[in-house]
């Protein structure tokens, strides 16, 4: 009986660590296109995934705040190789990505 309740506890934290097992959370680059597969996303090398599109986003007004770097090859499905990227003056989980004179926010990409 010891036996059947550890390998069911063992289960029990694999499945519930298993991607896509739980429906919130942040989202990888392929389940944000799974979801969309025309998703203007930027994915930052520390694999944070971010949006573009929110409309509830463009009433925050945000303000840029520090450059995080540069989109590189691969990082973007829309935005250009060398456009800047910055956080935000406040606390936010958006990005805002700037190029040929366009500011474009993003939000970090999660499940519901």
């Not at 010891?2 to 739980?22: E, H, Q, S």
């Amino acid at each position: 009986m010891k036996c059947f309740t550890l390998c069911f506890a063992f289960l029990f934290i694999v499945a519930g660590c298993y991607p896509g097992a739980n429906e919130g959370g942040l989202l990888s680059r392929s389940q944000v296109l799974k979801l969309n597969p025309d998703a203007d996303l930027i994915e930052l090398e520390n694999d944070e995934v971010y949006t573009h599109g929110a409309e509830w986003v463009k009433e925050k007004g945000y303000q840029k705040g520090e450059r995080l770097g540069k989109v590189k090859k691969g990082m973007a499905t829309k935005s250009p190789v060398g456009a800047d990227i910055y956080t935000t003056e406040e606390k936010s989980p958006v990005i805002i990505v700037e190029y040929n004179g366009l500011s474009k926010m993003y939000v970090i990409a999660m499940g519901e």
